[in-house]
Nanobody
């Protein structure tokens, strides 16, 4: 059974940092892409960053470029999202996701939540002074 579990969220002051973790089970992470999304109340899930299967390719939404870094430890079957220089507008529930099928290992359409099949339960990030 494929399962994703996020952790690492919390309350941080503007300008601070957090590292989110996405622990995967039921599948080998090195064969799949992982994408991070975030969601605020009343809005849909917005793509943040994607790590492709095992070729080092990463992609970022404009809001994350230069501040967030996605990485993975395939040996630990865990992906991470390092978030620096956090802003109040980064406040959201953050989710990791993966998918099956022909695009399972790629970041194709990583910004589109409908393109991803398996989701974690989310972790709350609040940026506030």
């Amino acid at each position: 059974q494929i399962q994703l579990v996020e952790s690492g969220g919390g309350l941080v002051q503007p300008g601070g940092s957090l590292r989110l973790s996405c622990a995967a089970s039921g599948f080998a992470l090195d064969r799949y892409a992982i994408t991070w999304f975030r969601q605020v109340p009343g809005k849909g899930r917005a793509g943040v960053s994607c790590s492709a299967r095992d070729d080092g390719i990463t992609q970022y939404a404009d809001s994350a470029k230069g501040r967030f870094t996605i990485s993975r430890d395939n040996g630990m079957n865990t992906a991470y999202l390092q978030m620096d220089s956090l802003k109040p507008e980064d406040t959201a529930v953050y989710y990791c996701a993966t998918r099956y099928g022909m695009e399972a290992g790629t970041c194709h359409e990583f910004l589109n939540a409908n393109a991803w099949d398996y989701w974690g339960q989310g972790t709350q990030v609040t940026v506030s002074s």
